[in-house]
C-alpha cells in the first residue's frame, strides 16, 4: 500500500490499499518495500529513452542540424536582447522570399477593397448619425430605444436595397407634398430623386 498520512494524536500511520480500503498501522508495524518494476521513484523523474514511434521522436526528427554560431552572432546575442520573433524573422527574410507575399497586383486590390470598406463603415456611421439628431429633436435620448431605431432603419435600408437594387435618398409624394426619406407607409407613392 500506500502511505498517505501520520496521525500524531493516535500515534499511527494511515495506508491507502487500494481506493476504497484505508488501513491505521502502527510505526512498528510498517516496514519498507523495494517497488514494483517499473514503477517511478518518488521525486525521481523517469529516465525513458524515447521510442522509436513516439511523438517526441517523431517531432525531432525534423529538426534541422545546429549551425555553429559566429563569434559575431553569439556576441550580439549577448550584448544585447532581441524576442524570437524578431531573431526568427531576421533570418527567413534573408534565407529566402516568403512564398505566401503579395504581388502589385494583389496589394493594390486589397487596399482598394479596404478603403471602401472603410467607406461603407463611414456612410454608416453618418446614417447613424442623422438618425440620433432625428429622434434627439423629437425628444428621444433613451439609449435602448435609439439603437432599436437604428437597427430597424438598417433592416429597411437593406430591404430596400435588395428590392430596388440600390440605397438613396427617394422622394415620396403624398397628395403633391414631397416628404424626403425611406419610410414608405400606407398607400405612399415612391418615386427617384428627379
Not at 484505508?22 to 524515447?50: F, H, I
Not at 432603419?153 to 414631397?178: D, H, M, P
Amino acid at each position: 500500500g500506500v502511505v498517505t498520512e501520520y496521525s500524531a494524536e493516535r500515534d499511527r500511520w494511515e495506508v491507502m490499499i487500494s481506493l476504497e480500503k484505508v488501513v491505521s498501522l502502527r510505526p512498528r508495524n510498517l516496514r519498507r518495500s523495494k517497488p514494483p518494476p517499473g514503477a517511478m521513484q518518488p521525486g525521481c523523474p523517469g529516465q525513458k529513452q524515447k521510442a522509436e514511434g513516439s511523438l517526441a521522436s517523431l517531432l525531432g526528427m525534423g529538426k534541422a542540424k545546429e549551425e555553429t554560431r559566429s563569434e559575431s552572432q553569439q556576441a550580439s546575442s549577448t550584448s544585447q536582447w532581441q524576442s524570437v520573433w524578431s531573431r526568427s524573422a531576421g533570418q527567413v527574410q534573408v534565407a529566402r522570399t516568403p512564398a505566401s507575399a503579395m504581388s502589385d497586383e494583389q496589394l493594390s486590390y486589397l487596399e482598394s477593397f479596404q478603403s471602401d470598406a472603410e467607406k461603407v463603415e463611414l456612410k454608416r456611421l453618418k446614417r447613424e448619425s442623422k438618425i440620433r439628431r432625428e429622434l434627439v429633436m423629437q425628444g428621444i435620448t433613451d439609449e435602448d430605444m435609439v439603437r432599436e431605431v437604428i437597427r430597424q432603419r438598417e433592416e429597411e435600408r437593406q430591404q430596400t436595397i435588395l428590392f430596388r437594387g440600390k440605397a438613396g435618398n427617394r422622394r415620396v409624394k403624398l397628395l403633391g407634398v414631397v416628404v424626403s426619406g425611406f419610410e414608405v407607409q400606407g398607400a405612399l407613392l415612391v418615386l427617384p430623386w428627379c
